[in-house]
């Protein structure tokens, strides 16, 4: 191998051999340095060539790549895992630098040798490789050698070939005459039933892709008892990944056929002894109830959607609870209410006071969006109660997500009736032990605010936003400020400049440095929208008072709020309060200061 790169290496360094190229980045002693360093002890050497091969390639010529680099490389395939990654995706490119797909079926070799590596992800390169250059074979260049290919790693000794096979399938199958798409199968339906457990699970991952590629008569005939087949293999992590295919087996079903061939298996595995079997199909039951008919649906669906709701692990209740919007907004529109009603709600019920607050947590994020469904009355008689309960619940998560779903309700009852109850849990995640729970309430506040009103706010709320600007995260005193500004936008400035922003101000006077900055970041957000008039007697003095404060970061950060606000002063305030104040900055002792107030002296 050493000679062989050493024979290539002396050869780059012909310059009437190589064709570098105008835009080549590389010399041609370069070149021959990445040729020789593919076999280099060094790893990180071999890696850095491994990903120039392209220009290595094109400066060999095409023949010269078929006949001397890709023999080179398959020499090469006993490498670091991350090695052979990087020469599957460089090969990827290599079709145009070969000669075209007329020699594309040269690549194949290399492509099969690192098919057939030990690690999962040289695996998967391997096969996304194969199948791009399947797309650029030819008819005859895909029987007599990418068919032959598939058989051999369909029927290799080692379960890594095989298990790269199934993944080569889907791309392969219709590009195949009749009676090789039989044999095709064949083989597939040898790798259903391997007594390897990793290989069966390849095969059930590789189905999925298969049957969007086969007509319904294939798909019946053959395709169906390999997924019946698989249903019942003795491994759950076989039988997990069949679950996720009652949908697509469905969609090219007829009515009869799907209660023939897919409810059953569906059924089936609804009732599995495995929770993580139960737990795909609480996961994509939605996608099934898409594909069947209102009668199936009815009749089957629903039945056992209620049974994963009161399942024994609470996974599969929370996966089932996750749905339960979906899931009703799918239901037939002229039995959706009384399903929901009669039998949705009851279950739902026992799982707001489910023990485990994961499933309250799945069922807090869609809860409150049955409300549009079911219409005022039967969302105050039915689920206001719930929203309650959800409200007081001891989990923050819970709490959180059904007052960022506030909207919902909104929309269709109001929030006055949640008032007594939402603020004892606004003010419990205000407090919160974490940080990005005290920081996702602030962003539900401008619109409790907005519908909850002005007066309520000024009594109840108004003090929580003052503490959260005094956060010690700062990304929870950012948020805060940004939610000063978007209550004025619900409240207005008239508001804003009697109520607000004589609190927000008087922070330049507090003992703590990071709250007088916090103010001066307030300020940058909403000097804009609170206009001239407001600026001038309401801002700018607080801002000013900070000139001489005794920290320097909070000098600079006036320095640089007054060059913010500059184009917004009138020329009056800019002449007898900003340039002075800046000048004056100009000359402060602090080297950060005196930058930014120039800067901002320079600008005006």
């Known amino acids: ?41 060094d790893p990180d050497a071999r890696l850095a060539s491994v990903q120039e091969l392209t220009v290595i390639a094109s400066a060999l010529g095409t023949e010269r790549t078929r006949q001397e680099l890709l023999p080179f490389l398959l020499d090469s395939m006993d490498d670091d895992d991350e090695v052979l990654i990087a020469i599957a995706e460089e090969l990827k490119k290599f079709v145009p630098l070969i000669g075209g797909p ?141 679950a996720g295919m009652c949908s697509p087996i469905a969609k090219q079903l007829s009515p009869e056929q799907q209660e023939h061939l897919v409810v059953g298996q569906f059924l089936a595995l609804a009732k599995d002894a495995s929770w993580r079997v139960r737990y795909m199909v609480a996961d994509t039951i939605v996608e099934l109830q898409a594909a069947c008919t209102e009668a199936t649906t009815m009749k089957h669906i629903v039945p056992v959607f209620l049974a994963l709701l009161e399942d024994a692990e ?97 929309k269709v009852i109001g929030i006055s009736q949640l008032s007594q109850s939402l603020l004892p849990a606004i003010h419990d995640l205000a407090a919160d032990a974490s940080w990005r729970v005290r920081q996702a309430i602030i962003e539900h506040i401008p619109l409790v605010s907005q519908q909850l009103g002005q007066e309520f706010f000024n009594q109840e709320l108004i003090d929580l936003c003052m503490m959260w600007l005094k956060d010690p995260v700062f990304a929870v005193r950012k948020s805060a400020s940004y939610n000063i500004k978007k209550l004025l936008e619900v409240f207005g400035l008239e508001w804003g400049k009697t109520v607000m922003l004589p609190r927000v101000m008087a922070l330049a006077q507090d003992a703590n440095f990071v709250n007088r900055l916090t103010m001066l970041f307030t300020v940058n957000l909403i000097s804009q929208p609170c206009g001239q008039a407001i600026l001038v007697q309401y801002i700018l003095p607080a801002v000013c008072s900070l000139r001489h404060d005794k920290i320097p970061n909070i000098r600079f950060n006036v320095a640089k709020t007054l060059e913010l606000v500059h184009p917004l002063l009138p020329a009056s305030a800019v002449e007898s309060t900003t340039r002075p104040l800046l000048q004056e900055l100009a000359q402060d002792k602090d080297r950060d200061v005196k930058y930014y107030a120039s800067r901002a002296l320079g600008r005006a």
């Open 1 to 41: 191998k050493k000679l062989k790169s050493v024979r290539m290496a002396q050869a780059a360094m012909d310059g009437a051999k190589m064709d570098l190229g105008e835009d080549s980045e590389y010399s041609i002693a370069e070149l021959a340095q990445l040729i020789d360093n593919i076999k280099h002890i």
């Open 314 to 410: 609470s996974e599969v209740r929370a996966a089932a609870a996750k749905h339960v919007l979906a899931f009703s907004r799918a239901l037939p529109q002229t039995q959706r209410v009384q399903t929901i009603t009669q039998s949705v709600i009851p279950k739902i019920k026992a799982l707001v006071e489910d023990p485990c607050e994961h499933v309250r947590s799945a069922l807090a994020s869609v809860i409150m969006g049955l409300a549009a469904l079911l219409g005022k009355d039967l969302t105050i008689d039915c689920l206001l109660p719930l929203f309650l309960a959800l409200l007081k619940d001891d989990c923050s998560d819970v709490r959180l997500k059904i007052i960022s779903h506030l909207e919902d309700v909104n």
């Open 102 to 242: 007329e020699y594309a079926h040269c690549l194949l070799p290399a492509f099969e040798e690192l098919a057939s590596a030990e690690e999962n992800t040289v695996r998967d390169k391997a096969i996304e490789g194969l199948n791009e250059v399947a797309q650029a074979l030819g008819t005859v260049q895909t029987e007599q050698h990418y068919l032959p290919l598939v058989e051999r790693l369909s029927q290799g000794h080692w379960f890594t070939m095989r298990t790269s096979a199934c993944g080569l399938y889907a791309a392969l199958y219709p590009r195949l005459p009749a009676p090789m798409q039989r044999d095709l199968l064949a083989w597939f339906k040898a790798l259903v039933e391997d007594t390897t457990p990793m290989v069966r699970r390849a095969a059930a991952s590789a189905l999925a892709d298969l049957l969007k590629v086969v007509d319904g008569k294939t798909l019946v005939e053959q395709l169906h008892p390999l997924f019946s087949h698989l249903c019942k293999d003795e491994q759950d992590s076989v039988r997990l990944l069949v």
